[in-house]
């Protein structure tokens, strides 16, 4: 349950899709000035060092964040975020999700980030130090069924789980449907890997029969090396803020000039 270590990923293009997309969500939210609230369930540790033995045992980064990086103008806030990480860790930093909303809220907003990986949680407080967030050593699940709806109910929850516990496909599309209830107003966003087997369909065909408002985004790459199952990457999102369509959309187009 607790072997999954992100490290071994970070900057995939997996990672490219899901923070991309969440970046540019952030910043939408932040056009408004009221406070929000902002949760996520598998937090992770924040920060990655793309030269470490982990990301190099695999390789991912390179052919995910050092191709895509030259897709996203200077002013788009992944990149600003992948710069200003790089200005204060070094060029070979790579920020994670609750770094990346660390970077795009405000002091105003709140920010909780749940992580049950004992190693993770210390690497995930340590990033996080000079930050205004709740680190919480919780199983994310719970966590996000006694914390919603939040206060302020203006915001955001990820899940990002590793999926390394096959039963999440099954159990994700009821939890999705009350949180939902219980948070109606609230963006919710799931990211998942689709693989060669395909096993996540199920688990998409019962979101979708949940919630059937729901906005469904899925790009494909080639693998990372051979033999390497995971060739594609998706986000499930509840409440998608008004123009994600047309934001991923653009994506869509980039990814497919990988083929």
């Known amino acids: 349950m607790l072997s999954y270590q992100h490290g071994f990923h970070a900057g995939n293009m997996a990672d490219v899709h899901k923070h991309s997309l969440l970046a540019w969500m952030l910043a939408y939210l932040t056009r408004k000035d009221k406070p929000l609230s902002y949760i996520e369930t598998h937090a992770g540790r924040a920060l990655y060092d793309l030269s470490d033995d982990f990301a190099l045992k695999t390789g991912e980064a390179a052919c995910g964040i050092a191709v895509a990086e030259s897709w ?7 990149r600003e975020v992948l710069t200003k990480i790089r200005d204060d860790a070094g060029e070979n930093a790579y920020p994670g999700s609750p770094m990346i909303a660390a970077n795009l809220l405000r002091n105003s907003d709140q920010i909780d980030l749940a ?70 107003v609230g963006i919710l966003a799931l990211w998942y890997p689709i693989l060669v087997d395909e096993r996540h369909l199920p688990m998409i065909s019962a979101l979708k029969s949940a919630i059937p408002d729901g906005t469904l985004h899925e790009v494909s790459f080639p693998p990372a090396r051979p033999g390497h199952g995971m060739v594609g990457s998706g986000l499930f999102v509840v409440n998608a803020p008004y123009g994600f369509d047309t934001e991923a959309a653009w994506l869509s187009t980039k990814f497919r000039e990988l083929k």
């Not at 996203?72 to 992944?78: E, G, I, S, T």
């Not at 919603?148 to 599309?173: H, Q």
């Open 72 to 78: 996203f103008h200077a002013d788009h806030p992944y």
């Open 115 to 184: 992580e049950l990986h004992p190693a993770e949680v210390l690497a995930l407080r340590d990033a996080m130090i000079r930050y205004p967030v709740g680190c919480h050593q919780i199983d994310g699940w719970q966590y996000a069924m006694s914390r919603c709806p939040p206060d302020p109910r203006r915001g955001m929850l990820l899940v990002d789980p590793s999926f390394e516990i096959k039963t999440d496909y099954e159990t994700i599309p009821d939890f999705f449907a009350k949180i939902h209830r219980k948070w109606p």
